[in-house]
């Protein structure tokens, strides 16, 4: 599973800015107010030599009482989750009170701590981290995380304190067998679903021997398939925790995903989609994964409620127009066989293998059908084509002018090969490159 790293800091110090640059996302908040209190933001840092997930605390105060003491129980769950801590600090206000405290909390934790000193940007870096050195940490680097500077830096840092990725190594009879990750909501009817695909025998003996040890990843084989379902402990005990330790699984749907080749999004089709279900498709789609979306519940529903629900769907999923949805009752068993069909169609085009000279040429034929638009009078030229992955299928495209294609002719690139290789349930990665 992924490793956990830990922004903790004041309020206002750049945790949001450096979560952003770490993960990329457009979406976390940057307010600039203290003490907005905001829920944490997760995310997977792609970046460095090794991928992490990334959390942003939120920030603690140094002073625990009324809300403050809720959000630093929040902030102590992530730090217990962290495999390391990163101490954000702001050179500009320099070391305030609240930060000793906040340190001495992070020392009690005995998790390693790298100090970040940032809004380095335009000041004597020496001299903006000599201020902190009174804190004795041992790694203290400069940061000007809104510039993107310095992130070098605290990765090679953080390399040595994130144990092995130990996802790498596959037992032996993972190899032919497919990846699944199973998430949603709470509620979404995840421990259901994977009770039912397991069956009840299974499930009793796990549960009694899995109470001190949770089995990452239990086999699964159906109608002749073998699959591998990724954190189900997690999703099974899910109902029986507490709603901190609940919404904190944030962090094993991301490690799960991570280590998924296919994702089964499930949602709950009495209720709305909410903004949580496309983040978690976002998630999904960061990560290359192919992604089928269970619509839970669909016992029950009478024909106009099954319209509606479908309607809505299909209006809020157009971005993953390729991904299939199918109906389920994770209850009464039914629809499980054309679940499991549509993850291994999915895993099937996700693994796809691809032929340059046939890419090649579909791409000369995309090329014909409709050209780039001209860029001061030149047209962005493309030459020729070869594979470059799978999981996600990733297409390298060699020409020139390329950095001016605009996103809606890649979009029309990506339909192309979608629908000449019938990528169906898979995201696509079209990689440009200039020159041969
Ligand atoms: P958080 O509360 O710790 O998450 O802090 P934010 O990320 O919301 O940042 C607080 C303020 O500091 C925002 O106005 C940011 O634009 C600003 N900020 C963040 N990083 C830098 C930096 O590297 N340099 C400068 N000058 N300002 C920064
Ligand atoms: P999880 O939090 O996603 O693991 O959800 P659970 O599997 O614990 O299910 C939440 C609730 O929904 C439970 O009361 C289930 O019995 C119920 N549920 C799950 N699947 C179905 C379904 O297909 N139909 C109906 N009617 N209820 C379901």
């Not at 809720?70 to 954000?88: P, S, Y």
């Not at 999004?265 to 192919?290: S, Y």
Request: glycine share 8%; hydrophobic share 40%.
């Amino acid at each position: 599973m992924l490793p956990v790293v830990a922004l903790v800091g004041r309020p206002n110090v750049g945790k949001s800015t450096l979560f952003n640059a770490l993960t990329r996302s457009r979406d976390a908040l940057v307010a600039d107010l203290p003490g907005v209190t905001r829920d944490r933001h997760y995310g997977v840092c792609h970046l460095g030599e090794r991928p992490f997930v990334v959390v942003d605390t939120g920030g603690l105060s140094g002073v625990d009482e009324g809300l403050d003491a809720l959000t630093a129980q929040q902030v102590r769950l992530a730090i217990d989750e962290a495999q390391a801590l990163v101490f954000v600090l702001d050179a500009r206000d320099g070391l305030l009170p609240q930060d000793r405290s906040i340190l001495d909390e992070l020392r009690r934790s005995g998790k390693p701590i790298i100090a970040a000193v940032n809004k380095t940007d335009g000041l004597d870096e020496q001299a903006a981290l000599a201020e902190f050195a009174a804190f004795g940490i041992a790694t203290t680097l400069p940061l000007a995380a809104a510039h993107n500077r310095g992130t070098d830096q605290l990765f090679a840092a953080l390399l040595p304190l994130l144990p092995e990725d130990a996802h790498e190594e596959l037992a032996p009879d993972e190899n032919d067998s497919i990846r699944v990750a199973i998430v949603g909501r709470p509620n979404a009817g995840k421990s259901t679903l994977v009770n039912r695909l397991l069956g009840e025998d299974r499930l009793i003996v796990s549960d009694v021997a899995g109470t001190t040890r949770d089995p990452i990843r239990v086999p699964l084989e159906r109608d002749g398939r073998k699959y591998t379902l990724i954190d189900t402990a997690g999703v099974r005990r899910r109902a029986r925790v507490e709603e901190a330790v609940e919404k904190f699984s944030v962090i094993k749907t991301l490690q799960s995903m991570a280590a998924a080749q296919v994702v089964v999004l499930m949602v709950d089709a009495r209720e709305n989609l909410a903004d949580q279900d496309l983040t978690l498709i976002g998630h999904a789609l960061d990560e290359g994964r192919a992604l089928v979306i269970a619509v839970n519940k669909w016992d029950g529903l009478d024909t106009y409620q099954r319209e509606q629900c479908q309607r809505a769907l299909e209006r809020r999923l157009q971005f993953v127009d390729w991904a299939k949805s199918v109906f389920i009752s994770a209850l009464h068993g039914s629809g499980l066989r054309e679940l499991m069909r549509a993850v291994v169609r999915a895993h099937a085009a996700a693994t796809k293998e691809l032929g340059s000279s046939d890419l090649t040429r579909t791409l000369e034929k995309a090329y014909q059908n409709y050209q780039p638009p001209l860029v001061r009078g030149h047209a962005p030229k493309l030459r020729f084509a070869h594979p470059g992955g799978s999981n996600p299928p990733t297409i390298v495209l060699h020409g020139s002018r390329t950095k001016h294609i605009a996103p809606a002719y890649q979009r029309y690139l990506e339909n192309f090969f979608r629908k000449r290789y019938k990528l169906e349930g898979t995201p696509i990665r079209i990689v440009f490159r200039e020159g041969e």
